[in-house]
């Protein structure tokens, strides 16, 4: 799973959607006026290196991109403390999102800065992004969302181009992985911060039904689950193949010019 398993997928799944959007309506601003802007793309790529690495969640990496966005947003920090706030970040997120025998230990986060830094700075960090947060790190994200929208990726009207589907679990499968590579392509740019994470989220999953040639594209269940009409996703969807087109033909993540970069998918596993 992408996080933390079926248990999204509940008889309050209506109450646990009203929550998700209470708090992406929490969400801290992002006006793009970190002085470091440039070195988002190198820092990201840097971050989602780390979270593979160190088998972490895809809700994890989100959370922790989502973290650094915003302290970069409203910081001057200097170079040489860019991968100790990313290193935070990934700190922080996981201590909200992932088993208490999966967070990372300083030591283990350090290595990836060639030990430059001491516990006691890492401390300090941590202290400083809480404070910022004020001690409310924990949030919904894309991934969040992408998550459990999944629940009901395939319907039980779904057809593999007009053809009935065979096998179901096959496809539920295919699915996640395939919107699990636009999950990372919406951590590429800064663009998509314009919408909500929700919005995201959705045209994360219609691509990937796109994708995996799914029809209809955007059943009414999906619609009904999500809040959204096909038409207020295709402007992301949009630029979501636009981005997938440009990675295929040039067999990298990064694209000019953009605000974040991954050059492999940060989903641990399926369903």
């Given amino acids: 799973m992408m996080a933390h398993g079926s248990s999204w997928m509940t008889d309050y799944a209506e109450d646990v959607l009203s929550w998700m959007h209470y708090r992406e309506m929490q969400h801290l601003p992002y006006n793009g006026n970190s002085p470091q802007l440039s ?14 690495r160190l088998k ?32 935070t970040a990934i700190l922080l997120a996981a201590k909200f999102e992932e088993k208490d025998l999966n967070v990372p ?28 947060f004020n001690w409310n790190v924990g949030t919904v994200t894309v991934a969040h969302f992408a998550e459990f929208y ?5 319907t039980a009207g779904d057809t593999l181009e007009g053809a009935r589907l065979t096998a179901p679990a096959l ?3 295919t699915l996640w992985r395939t919107t699990a590579h636009f ?46 009409h096909l038409q207020s996703l295709s402007q992301l969807m949009d630029l979501f193949l636009r981005l997938y087109e440009s990675e295929e033909k ?22």
Wanted: hydrophobic share 40%; with cysteine.
């Fill in 171 to 173: 496809t539920r499968q």
């Fill in 105 to 132: 230990r300083i030591p283990e986060l350090n290595a990836f800065a060639s030990n430059r830094y001491s516990i006691a700075i890492f401390n300090s960090m941590e202290a400083f992004m809480l404070k910022f």
């Fill in 150 to 154: 999944l629940m009901q990726g395939v």
């Fill in 56 to 87: 972490l969640s895809v809700a994890t990496t989100h959370l922790s991109v989502y973290l650094l966005d915003r302290f970069m947003d409203a910081h001057h920090i200097s170079d040489n403390q860019l991968r100790l706030t990313a290193l």
């Fill in 250 to 271: 040039n067999n990298i993540c990064n694209t000019p010019d953009s605000g974040y970069g991954s050059r492999s998918s940060s989903l641990q596993g399926s369903p």
């Fill in 183 to 228: 999950l990372d392509i919406s951590l590429q740019d800064k663009v998509f911060l314009e919408w909500p994470s929700s919005q995201v989220a959705a045209a994360c999953v219609a691509c990937g039904r796109l994708c995996c040639h799914l029809l209809p594209t955007w059943p009414v269940a999906l619609q009904a689950t999500t809040g959204y």
């Fill in 39 to 52: 070195m988002r793309g190198t820092l990201i790529e840097f971050l989602c290196l780390v979270s593979e």
